[in-house]
């Protein structure tokens, strides 16, 4: 739609006058640059740092870093957690964009404000609100006691905690698609006779499994990663209740960088991983902006 | 047929199905894993007298923690306005080699375990670290300091203020910076008296974003921030050591007075976010 | 202040937008750039703006001097886009006072001035209860009076329009067109707009300039470009056309059955061209005159409105053929769908294959 947000560089250079609603070469450089220093610095250093440090004692070193039983342990308990947290985040995401997406009632948007909550919580306290629930001294601590039953200090407690802090991801991400998409598809379903789950296999999943997909990834990623919640309910109890992120911590501060940059790495492409399919996502659904207009 | 007119004031009739049962789903869930927890948190504070509280929330230590989280958070997103502004600015405007792969990469934050980043961003900051090398010689600390913060939360809130004007900037219209240049204005007036004024609610947006994600950041921030009571510890790290020596009522009252905090802002940037989008969407047609 | 504009050309890409394009408008008139989309008609103006900069070469005279090296913001020039461009965040006397209160300060009216001068133009463009609504709240008519007051502000040397009418419903659009014309004739600036719609180059301009493929095609009054269309690309555009394939020999066209006059191809060598026919430069008759009318068959007929249109059938070679009569015309005719009519063009217009732009106009 605009010539100068899309000719290429060369064309607007060798042009007599500067454009009137584009900057001088001289301008865009130092803007480039410095952009490309600022993330630099927040972006591309720190990830760089990871992959050398974890390397950094050798390719042996860095097997032997991430496949020590405790290494294992904590890989194991993070698969766990995103494997009960992501599917069960997910349904709420799809119920909640499906009662929001595509119906008006009272109190929608107080709804849609509860859900970004936990998006304004420290992970500080989405752990600490569980211990005061679950813990000892808790408010169903007594009960949980008498039964034998542990969530504080336990799996059960990490994955509340990670389900807490994973809350909104999926949802956040379907209903403004819902909302935008609105209903004229699914109530021209309805006509033609589809039953609610036919309307939803066929007419609202195809439009939304884009912004589905980036969203349980975003959810899964989160899920994988969070340090702040789960520190708080876990206990640091080795082997058993220690994250792989948790992992990396107790490393860290026992000095063994080599070990905490390793399972660090692992965590890292992790989340290259998510970007990359976050891009492809967006690439083919043709989500990007520019190519909107 | 009764039942259907006390819905209709409830909402709006539709052919669709499944109200009922997903919405029930959405407000049961949301109880269990947000509101009941959140409840908790609550009464337990009630256990709490107010002097008590006060006593709490105002003791020296505390004070200082909220001083600092308030102070390393305004600076990290004042910090990240301008750069954030200037990176979408960038991405969106000048084509350059390898700008997807950059778009793409602003999300990292997002996506990296914070433990990750604070690990990472120490490393690189501490005396003998890629920067802290050059920094040392200066005379600059940032390892272990409250620069070291302000470094973890830039880094935590970037994706925020960027995310935030990037639609903004890709809205705005080009003819509208022809126009002040066909009345006259030189580049820097149209972009100080159009260009800046259009895309404030969303630099405003992306601002309170990270604020409010820098205030409650965690994992990057314990690794870098040496953490001395008085000096480097922020609030959320007071929480945690409060818990780990069992002072539930002092972690609660803390908590309760960062939660609050927190609302406001989200209150905040939804009023922002409501009040943009009435403008936006009359404004442009 | 007059424009003249030498041998621009302009690219994108590897589109040529302009191509060697040279104009002249004369100082005080109102001037439409005509086109389909596509043909450069928006690029020129923009280069006349300064918002585009053309490729090296050729010229751009305000009034003989040089500003195709200046900026936008120094040619002085009022600009009315297509979707307005008003500043959304401004209130309409802030969008109007925009382009006085950003000249340096040595030249800048004083606030009271500034003030003055907003009112006035608001006055002009019969806006002055709207000064503190905002763009948001105007419609598209009201918005594109303030686009205008707000380019006039400046005191533009000359004014130029992006399909100024465009985004506007056909009623306010014919409207605001007039009105456009009325002020014209008021303030009388050097103006010039781009339209793609004939109708509203025809109605309001004082000089149509005709462009396709980044060239200019023909330039004349409304008057010249219409009755006298310099080739086959104006006919087409501008206004109903009906168009046959013929042959011309030595002073004669063989069209669609019929044998008319051509001198102006008077002593050529026989030549394929095509020709171009008004539907109210026919006339129907009953009987066949000796081969010079064209034989066709009445396929429908409307009598609603002032003039009565008549859809035929070449019999000849079954293409569709269009005529208007007037009413009287029509109603003492007594047409009925299904009979054979007699078409006799009073004015058919021949370009020959070869050589299109030798043909000059006949009148039969």
């Known amino acids: ?293 | 047929m009764k039942v259907g007119h006390m819905k209709i004031a409830f909402r709006r009739p539709s052919v669709l199905p499944g109200f009922g049962v997903t919405l029930g789903f959405t407000l049961f869930y949301l109880s269990l894993i947000v509101l009941l927890p959140l409840m908790a948190l609550a009464m337990r504070t009630s256990d709490l007298t107010w002097s008590a509280f006060v006593e709490i929330v105002t003791a020296p230590r505390v004070v200082a923690a909220f001083r600092l989280s308030f102070g390393t958070s305004l600076v990290a997103a004042t910090i990240n306005t301008v750069f954030g502004f200037i990176v979408a600015w960038v991405l969106v405007r000048y084509p350059f080699p390898g700008r997807r792969l950059v778009d793409a990469m602003v999300d990292l934050p997002f996506a990296m375990p914070t433990a990750v980043s604070g690990i990472a961003l120490t490393t690189l900051f501490v005396g003998n670290g890629w920067i802290g090398r050059w920094l040392e010689p200066l005379g600059i600390q940032v390892a272990f300091t409250w620069l070291g913060i302000v470094m973890a939360l830039i880094l935590i809130g970037l994706p925020f203020v960027v995310r935030a004007v990037q639609p903004a900037l890709e809205d705005l219209e080009i003819e509208m910076e022809e126009a002040a240049a066909s009345l006259g204005a030189r580049r820097s007036q149209t972009f100080v008296r159009v260009i800046l004024p259009s895309v404030a609610p969303a630099l405003l947006t992306g601002f309170a974003m990270a604020f409010a994600r820098s205030l409650g950041e965690y994992g990057s921030v314990i690794f870098i921030a040496g953490n001395l009571p008085m000096k480097t510890e922020i609030v959320p790290l007071l929480i945690v050591s409060n818990l780990e020596q069992y002072n539930y009522p002092g972690a609660t009252a803390i908590a309760l007075v960062m939660l609050l905090t927190s609302f406001v802002f989200l209150l905040f940037i939804n009023g922002l976010q409501w009040w943009t989008r009435r403008h936006r969407m009359k404004g442009i047609s | 202040m007059s424009i003249s504009v030498r041998n621009i050309n302009k690219r994108f890409g590897s589109f040529q937008a302009l191509n060697d394009v040279s104009l002249d408008i004369p100082s005080g008139e109102l001037v439409a750039l005509l086109g389909p989309s596509g043909s450069g008609k928006t690029t020129l103006l923009r280069v006349i703006a300064g918002l585009e900069s053309p490729l090296p070469g050729g010229s751009i005279l305000f009034q003989d001097e040089e500003v195709k090296e200046r900026s936008a913001h120094d040619r002085q020039v009022g600009f009315v886009f297509q979707h307005y461009a008003l500043f959304h965040h401004m209130s309409v006397f802030e969008n109007v006072a925009f382009g006085l209160r950003v000249q340096p300060r040595g030249i800048r009216p004083s606030r009271k001035e500034i003030s003055d001068r907003v009112r006035s133009l608001l006055a002009l463009v019969q806006l002055e209860a709207f000064a503190n609504h905002y763009p948001r709240q105007l419609s598209g008519g009201q918005r594109q009076r303030i686009a205008l007051a707000r380019a006039l502000a400046v005191e533009p040397t000359v004014l130029l329009l992006d399909e100024p009418f465009g985004a506007l419903d056909a009623k306010v659009r014919i409207e605001l067109r007039r009105w456009l014309r009325r002020l014209h004739d008021e303030i009388h600036i050097t103006s010039v707009f781009v339209t793609h719609d004939q109708e509203e180059a025809l109605e309001v301009s004082d000089r149509v300039v005709v462009m396709n493929h980044g060239r200019v095609e023909q330039v004349g009054t409304p008057e010249e470009v219409y009755n006298h269309p310099a080739n086959p690309f104006v006919y087409h555009f501008l206004g109903a056309v009906n168009h046959f394939a013929a042959r011309v020999e030595n002073g004669r066209a063989f069209v669609a059955g019929a044998e008319l006059p051509a001198p102006e191809f008077a002593g050529r060598a026989a030549a394929a061209a095509v020709g171009y026919v008004r539907p109210h430069e026919i006339e129907i008759i009953r009987q066949s005159g000796e081969g010079a009318a064209i034989p066709a068959l009445v396929r429908m007929t409307n009598g609603a409105g002032p003039m009565a249109r008549i859809d035929l059938e070449r019999i000849e070679d079954g293409e569709a053929i269009e005529v208007v009569l007037s009413r009287e015309r029509f109603e003492e005719l007594e047409l009925r769908a299904g009979e054979t009519v007699y078409l006799v063009p009073r004015r058919l217009r021949l370009f020959a294959d070869d050589a299109q732009s030798l043909a000059q106009p006949a009148t039969v």
């Open chain 1, 1 to 293: 739609m605009n010539t100068t947000l899309n000719a290429p560089l060369d064309l607007t250079n060798d042009a007599p006058i500067a454009t009137a609603a584009t900057d001088p070469p001289a301008v865009r450089r130092l803007l480039i640059g410095l952009a490309l220093g600022f993330l630099g610095i927040f972006i591309f250093l720190p990830l760089m740092v990871v992959l050398v440090e974890a390397f950094r004692g050798g390719v042996g070193l860095y097997l032997k870093s991430i496949s020590t039983p405790d290494a294992r342990a904590a890989l194991r308990l993070t698969l766990i957690t995103a494997a009960i947290a992501v599917p069960l985040n997910t349904i709420f995401g799809l119920a909640a964009a499906w009662s929001i997406g595509k119906f008006e009632f009272r109190g929608r948007s107080l709804l849609l404000s509860l859900i970004d909550l936990p998006f304004a919580i420290s992970p500080v306290i989405s752990g600490l609100i569980y211990v005061l629930m679950f813990g000892l001294q808790g408010w169903m601590g007594p009960w949980l006691r008498s039964h034998d039953l542990q969530v504080i200090f336990a799996v059960p407690g990490i994955v509340l905690a990670t389900m807490f802090v994973t809350f909104p991801f999926v949802a956040r991400e379907v209903i403004p698609l819902m909302e935008a998409q609105g209903t004229e598809e699914e109530e021209a379903a309805r006509v033609l006779g589809a039953s609610g789950w036919q309307i939803f296999w066929r007419v609202t999943m195809p439009n939304i499994r884009w912004a589905l997909l980036y969203g349980v990834l975003l959810s899964n990623a989160r899920a994988m990663g969070e340090f702040g919640a789960v520190s708080v309910v876990s206990g640091h109890i080795r082997g058993l209740t220690n994250t792989l992120p948790l992992h990396v911590e107790i490393l860290y501060n026992e000095y063994n960088f080599a070990a905490a940059f390793g399972v660090a790495s692992l965590l890292a492409s992790l989340a290259l991983v998510t970007l990359a399919a976050k891009t492809a996502v967006e690439w083919v659904s043709g989500r990007s902006h520019n190519r909107l207009h």
